[in-house]
């Protein structure tokens, strides 16, 4: 199993495995947003206290839950680099951030675009927003010193380096609204409670979160594949490849 | 004389001989808060209930001007590279480096922070409780934005970048310490917030080194 994992490290090894999974990926994800969207949209009895705006519960909840997870893989990535130096790590490092900060930031909008009709305000500074705005930022950061050690041999493990320290924020937003009483509900789904909503307005929600983590890993193999293209693109194969195109 | 305080005596002496570049951050700071009431209009009232956040923010955007204070010289004239490689513990060479810079411009700004709480009308309660939290906070901000400034230090413009990386770290302790200054201006008790900032620091002093001993190693590794 350790010799599959080590040979899956090799960017080409890699490249070619995924051309296999990514039409799978691609559709899976595909079928499972359109099926949630539509059944929450279509076939989720509104709310009795929020009406028909609860809908965007199922845009928000995934969203957020991705943003953090993300933030977790990209650490995760981050410390496997720092340790094996693995390059594709450093690549899957890379790839995440922009994705990272671009479902953080839709859990944002969405959640302002929920809070106007329930709370009556698009936007408050508790516990948990605030953190999750600091999360945002955090994915900028990285972007942002990534582009500014442009290509040098060291921004690899510069950025492997941020992504640990900010990874101390996570536990604080994870937690935030069991710290703090805030105006943000609690989580909707724990590991070992039973959900506090009715069966048929948790199962659209975990579909939905199923098909986002399936589309962010759609979207995360794609990005992969022409980092390592670009990274790799003064070695034969992917010449080869190019050429075959 | 041990690693660290040779380390301490020299950076204190080389700031003390170029104090304008200490001074600089210490000026920006009054200069910032003095553009409040320009700003906002001088009714004391007004200004008693901002000034807290305002002066915080003034003390943490002048903080992150001063971190050039900390690698840039060393690195530009390759003293930093021949600390690297000399086998000297590099962690220690970094608290010696946050404690000069500490010395040099947190403690500084905490002793202006009466001045300014004049300036902006702040109240005897909030002042001493502003002091207190700026005092504890100063050298986790220090922490904090070492790992930024080694981060950025191989680069030729770094400023605002460190600024970017940096803030994101700086939130919590901010929001913990303007609620500690607000809950001693209403009479609340302040302990829990004192044991928060207390753990902050105590959590930077172990962590935030490790990550800019690897950061200093990465910007001198050609």
């Not at chain 2, 900390?70 to 490689?85: A, I, K, P, T, W």
């Not at chain 2, 950025?152 to 901010?174: F, H, M, N």
Request: a neutral charge.
């Amino acid at each position: 199993m350790l010799k599959w994992f080590h040979r899956l490290g090799s960017p080409k090894t890699f490249f070619e495995l995924s051309s296999k999974w990514h039409p799978w990926l691609l559709g899976l994800s595909l079928l499972s947003l359109v099926s949630g969207v539509a059944w929450a949209l279509l076939f989720v009895p509104p709310d009795y206290q929020q009406g028909n705006s609860v809908r965007i519960m199922y845009i928000h909840v995934p969203a957020a839950i991705l943003a953090q997870s993300g933030y977790m893989m990209m650490a995760g990535a981050a410390a496997v680099f720092l340790i094996w130096r693995m390059k594709l790590a450093d690549m899957a490092v890379a790839a995440i951030a922009p994705l990272g900060a671009s479902i953080t930031f839709l859990a944002l909008v969405t959640g302002a675009i929920w809070g106007k009709p329930t709370w009556g305000t698009w936007w408050v500074w508790d516990a948990r927003l605030t953190s999750t705005l600091v999360l945002f930022f955090l994915y900028v950061g990285m972007i942002a010193l990534r582009s500014a050690l442009d290509r040098q041999a060291t921004a690899g493990r510069a950025c492997a380096i941020l992504a640990l320290v900010g990874v101390v924020n996570l536990p604080i937003i994870k937690y935030s609204v069991e710290w703090w009483f805030t105006l943000h509900q609690p989580a909707s789904f724990s590991l070992t409670e039973k959900p506090a909503m009715p069966a048929e307005m948790w199962m659209p929600l975990l579909l939905m979160v199923i098909a986002y983590y399936l589309f962010f890993f759609t979207a995360l193999l794609s990005r992969l594949r022409n980092e390592i293209l670009d990274r790799e693109r003064d070695t034969d194969w992917v010449r080869k490849w190019v050429a075959a195109q | 004389m041990n690693f660290y305080l040779r380390t301490l005596k020299r950076d204190l002496s080389i700031h003390l001989r170029g104090l304008s570049e200490v001074i600089n951050p210490l000026v920006f700071f009054v200069v910032v808060i003095s553009l409040f009431p320009l700003g906002l209009g001088p009714s004391p009232q007004q200004l008693s209930e901002v000034a807290p956040g305002v002066i915080w923010v003034a003390a943490l955007l002048a903080t992150l001007m001063s971190m050039d204070l900390m690698f840039r010289d060393d690195f530009s004239d390759g003293s930093l590279e021949q600390v690297v490689v000399s086998g000297q513990p590099l962690l220690v060479f970094v608290l010696a480096k946050v404690t000069a810079h500490w010395l040099m411009s947190g403690l500084p700004l905490v002793l202006l922070v009466p001045v300014v709480g004049l300036v902006m009308f702040v109240d005897g309660d909030s002042l001493q409780a502003m002091v207190v939290s700026l005092l504890l906070v100063s050298p986790t901000l220090s922490l904090l934005g070492a790992i930024g400034a080694a981060l950025t230090v191989s680069l030729a413009r770094g400023g605002l970048l460190v600024s970017i990386l940096v803030l994101p770290l700086y939130v919590p302790v901010l929001v913990l310490a303007t609620a500690m200054v607000q809950a001693a201006g209403s009479e609340a008790e302040i302990a829990g917030y004192v044991y928060w900032l207390l753990a902050a620091l105590l959590a930077s002093v172990t962590l935030a080194p490790l990550a800019v001993a690897a950061s200093l190693r990465l910007a001198v590794d050609r």
